[in-house]
């Protein structure tokens, strides 16, 4: 019995070892796919105008990268090439209030989001991050309705569920 167990032993880290090995190169693959994207959009939006998804797409890589200051121009282009419009055009709204929020710039980040829910007011993900926004900002009263309003549209919303209930929380204190 006493002869197993290295062997078990050694069965376990190569097993934990062919996971990392396997975890590792998804993630290069799709490193290298993104960087293939990024590179493709950049050289093909120098040299002639694309098209709102383009910009879109590209915005949406470079905020993932951190880059703020480039993924909003990105996604302002996006809006100015006035060929999205209702969910696609909000989701545009929501990632450049997102890219507000990310630089705590919440003023912004709360117009554009409420830009997306004139688009589709039942987009639950732009609701539940204009709560978060004015979370940042210490208003309680507004985060609560946006999160209670996702509710009404998906009831099963862990987000929206948890948050609402946090600021209820804080917002009728217990006797």
């Not at 200051?69 to 209702?86: D, P, R, Y």
């Not at 507000?100 to 709360?110: R, T, V």
């Not at 732009?126 to 709560?131: D, I, K, P, V």
């Amino acid at each position: 019995m006493e002869s197993y167990l290295p062997i078990a032993y050694i069965s376990g880290l190569l097993g934990l070892l062919a996971i990392a090995v396997v975890t590792v190169f998804r993630q290069v693959l799709k490193t290298q796919k993104i960087e293939k994207a990024l590179s493709r959009l950049q050289g093909k939006l120098s040299k002639e105008k694309g098209t709102a998804q383009e910009y879109y797409e590209l915005g949406s890589i470079l905020l993932d990268k951190r880059i703020y200051v480039q993924a909003i121009a990105q996604f302002q282009k996006a809006i100015k090439a006035e060929t999205l419009e209702g969910l696609e055009l909000a989701a545009v709204y929501n990632a450049l209030g997102f890219t507000y929020f990310s630089q705590e710039q919440y003023d912004l980040a709360i117009r554009n989001y409420k830009e997306a829910l004139k688009l589709a007011p039942d987009y639950v993900t732009a609701l539940n991050n204009l709560g978060h926004a004015y979370e940042r900002k210490q208003l309680a009263a507004p985060a609560l309705e946006a999160y209670e309003q996702a509710l009404t549209i998906e009831p099963n919303n862990q987000t929206s569920k948890r948050r609402a209930e946090s600021l209820r929380k804080r917002l009728v204190p217990s006797a």
